[in-house]
Nanobody, 119 residues
Framework: VQLQASGGGLVQAGGSLRLSCAASGSSLFFNAMGWYRQPPGKERELVAAITRSGTAVYGDSVQGRFTISRDNTKHTVDLQMNSLKPEDTAVYYC??????????????WGQGTLVTVSS
């Protein structure tokens, strides 16, 4: 399975961006999917994750501003990011979890897409 992320870029604070991730290499799309990010000089952190049935979890810092969704027929997972802040600046990674549940861990990582939020 390969994950291809797109949609990153430069945006002003308060603006919006939508990231998209396409999974290829398998006819199945049962596993939980998610987005992680790594801000400059910091460790990777969970942004959001979603099961096949649509159960979602969010990191505390993005709750209420970001929305994760998935299309099980197109094998895509999107991240709508609103009210962006400079502290959202990071490389964002699409991930596939090892299983269908969110308690499993990410096992496949995409290449990352850079989001830069200017103040």
């Amino acid at each position: 399975v390969q994950l291809q992320a797109s949609g990153g870029g430069l945006v002003q604070a308060g603006g919006s961006l939508r990231l998209s991730c396409a999974a290829s290499g398998s006819s199945l799309f049962f596993n939980a999917m998610g987005w992680y990010r790594q801000p400059p000089g910091k460790e990777r952190e969970l942004v959001a994750a979603i099961t096949r049935s649509g159960t979602a979890v969010y990191g505390d810092s993005v709750q209420g501003r970001f929305t994760i969704s998935r299309d099980n027929t197109k094998h895509t997972v999107d991240l709508q990011m609103n009210s962006l802040k400079p502290e959202d600046t990071a490389v964002y990674y699409c991930v596939r979890y090892a299983g269908t549940l969110l308690k499993t861990t990410p096992s496949i990582w995409g290449q990352g897409t850079l989001v830069t939020v200017s103040s």
